[in-house]
């Protein structure tokens, strides 16, 4: 049995291995089959083609050769092994171990001797190591082979990748530790692949070096940019904010080492300082969406209620990472808010992003895009230089959200579902089987649903434990009328019993579609409505509309709208000659894939 991708040493919920909480055919069950099948080969392909993945060949060599890529282009390569990794931890042998095999093989011939491993740096025809922090990435993509290398072992039991990311561990300790370089990395990901080294090999020091970098964060150890000291969350020690600020990702990725250090430390008022930070951040900095990030410029949080959708940058990455933080979040208070936001994340930032045919993406995520949108700039290798176009891209020039996609979708069953000593929880509802362990004995049900385009969720007991044993369902913040019955007679959503084999709970979800008006300080979008449908977020799309309107013609009649048929309809007026036309609203994931459109998630409310 494998490990998990997040494994606290102690929490009020205990994560399940992949290899027990397995997606099934469903919607997201197909979503990880196109990742496994197209995103990752797809992404090792253009990785390939680039040189990216050539770089450590060229460091090994110890010859002279031209570097390829971005400055963090070997993270790119980890986070593919780390997507690799956790496919084998749930399904299995299969073509891509070869696949990690050869990168692994590269990248472990290309580290240092006293362990360090980088790609641009170091060598007499480059720039001396550690010698650009603001913007360099090298503890960034030190953080990313950790990860990878913790996956890879707890995937295939071996330590090819380990004992690299132990070698740059150590150096990492050497050189930042106490007495050490008194500076952190531009980019926070370290803290976080730190911590969970340190779950696997019990190394002491890892974790401490993980502290001191989050105690050292806010300090001001990195110059000062046109961006502000906030862009790097160096202007406040992270004990000392109450919400996220500056580059998006970066935040998140911070935010979330610093609960797993909180977590294993015992640090109580740094985890408070997080939980306050996160209740703040989604109540003033998140879009509808889940997605984060109001600036282009700099891939930043706005200030509170800056939240423009036509100038939303809602990076995909910034969705993994926010996925990231909530998780451990909720594993570290068992507390169901923590799930709603990685659902509403889920469905409409990650689901959104990949491109049917599992060979495009989003990089940003806007919520209206004015006018439809082909005129897509590319470099000479046939990648696209800008993030914020308005269709999906093969490739990017800063292309590290498809291999963020591919892990997170590959490790996907692990937010399933949890355990307590004498229970299951289960917080996302999917076609899934969950084999547990409790104090009785194993526990394994079968979830089986069509969510969420149905709110039917029937889950059936497989193997039931000796003693009595709970069950608890998410019960979500949208759904208005939650119904759970046992065996056909109503139930709690959180039942203690003695189970059988055969059990049956069916779980019913409130899917009609909700109205939803902005926050009266959200100046962007003041007299506009959106709709939500369950977890999904909907949108009006340009082709939906009679060929004489325009977008910016369409205003929406609230008290119109319907579900029909398994789709919602509502009435657009036209604003100018005041003609009124039924039009379907799809889920915003669905945007933009019957060719180029204009689209908007906030709606001028009809007067009248």
């Known amino acids: 049995m494998s490990a998990p991708p997040v494994q606290p040493s102690h929490a009020l919920l205990q994560p399940l291995p992949l290899d027990r909480a397995r997606l099934e055919e469903g919607f997201w069950g197909r979503l990880q089959t196109v990742s496994r099948s197209a995103v990752i080969p797809h992404a090792v392909e253009w990785m390939e083609r680039l040189g990216w993945v050539a770089n450590f060949d060229g460091a090994a060599s110890g010859t002279r050769y031209e570097h390829r890529g971005r400055e963090f282009a070997d993270s790119e390569i980890y986070k593919i092994i780390e997507a690799i990794s956790w496919e084998r931890a749930h399904s299995g042998p299969s073509a891509l171990d070869t696949i990690a095999d050869d990168l692994i093989r590269r990248v472990a011939a290309a580290q240092e001797p006293d362990g360090y491993l980088h790609t641009l740096f170091g060598r007499p025809w480059q720039a001396p190591r550690y010698s650009d922090f603001t913007w360099g990435h090298e503890l960034y993509c030190f953080g990313h082979l950790i990860q990878a290398a913790v996956a890879h072992h707890r995937a295939y039991g071996t330590r090819s990748l380990l004992d690299v990311a132990v070698r740059l561990a150590d150096h990492v300790c050497v050189m930042f530790g106490p007495g050490g370089l008194n500076r952190v990395c531009g980019h926070a990901e370290i803290e976080v692949a730190l911590v969970e080294l340190f779950r696997t090999t019990g190394e002491r020091r890892h974790l401490d070096q993980a502290a001191l970098f989050i105690e050292r964060r806010g300090t001001g150890t990195l110059p000062l940019i046109e961006f502000g000291r906030a862009f790097a969350q160096d202007d406040l020690p992270v004990r000392e904010a109450d919400v996220l600020r500056g580059h998006a990702v970066r935040a998140l990725y911070l935010a979330a080492g610093a609960v797993d250090v909180a977590v294993e430390t015992g640090d109580r008022e740094l985890l408070d300082a997080l939980r306050t930070q996160w209740d703040n951040t989604v109540a003033r900095r998140t879009y509808i969406t889940g997605g984060m990030g109001s600036h282009h410029m700099d891939e930043a949080f706005g200030e509170d209620h800056v939240l423009p959708p036509d100038r939303s940058y ?295």
Do not use: K
């Open 314 to 608: 809602c990076e995909t990455c910034a969705g993994v990472a926010s996925i990231m933080f909530s998780w451990r979040l909720l594993l570290a208070t068992g507390e169901p808010r923590y799930a709603d936001l990685i659902e509403r994340t889920l469905h409409n930032i990650v689901a959104t992003s990949l491109g049917e045919d599992g060979r495009s993406f989003f990089y940003a995520n806007t919520l209206h895009q004015r006018h439809p949108s082909d005129d897509v700039p590319l470099n000479d290798d046939g990648v696209c230089i800008r993030g914020g176009s308005g269709r999906r891209q093969a490739w990017y020039e800063v292309s590290c959200c498809p291999p963020n996609l591919a892990r997170t979708l590959a490790s996907l069953g692990g937010y399933l579902a949890t355990t307590t000593s004498d229970g299951i929880q289960i917080h996302q509802y999917a076609s899934s089987t969950i084999d547990a362990v409790v104090a009785g004995g194993p526990f394994e049900l079968d979830v089986t649903t069509d969510y969420p385009r149905d709110g039917a969720v029937t889950i059936t007991v497989r193997q039931a434990p000796a003693r009595p044993a709970s069950v608890t369902l998410r019960d979500p913040e949208w759904s208005a009328a939650t119904r759970l019955s046992l065996n056909g007679e109503p139930a709690p959503m959180t039942l203690t019993r003695t189970w059988q084999v055969g059990d049956r709970l069916e779980l019913t979800l409130d899917l009609r579609p909700r109205v939803v008006r902005p926050d009266h300080r959200v100046d962007a979008v003041r007299g506009c409505v959106a709709v939500r449908r369950g977890p999904e977020v909907l949108a009006l799309e340009s082709v939906d509309l009679p060929p004489s309107w325009a977008l910016e013609d369409a205003t929406l009649l609230p008290d119109t709208v319907a579900a029909e048929h398994g789709s919602v309809v509502a009435t657009a007026r036209h604003h100018r000659t005041g003609e009124d036309r039924a039009v379907p609203l799809i889920p915003y994931r669905s945007w933009a894939r019957r060719g180029p459109s204009a689209m908007r998630v906030w709606i001028p409310e009809a007067r009248g």
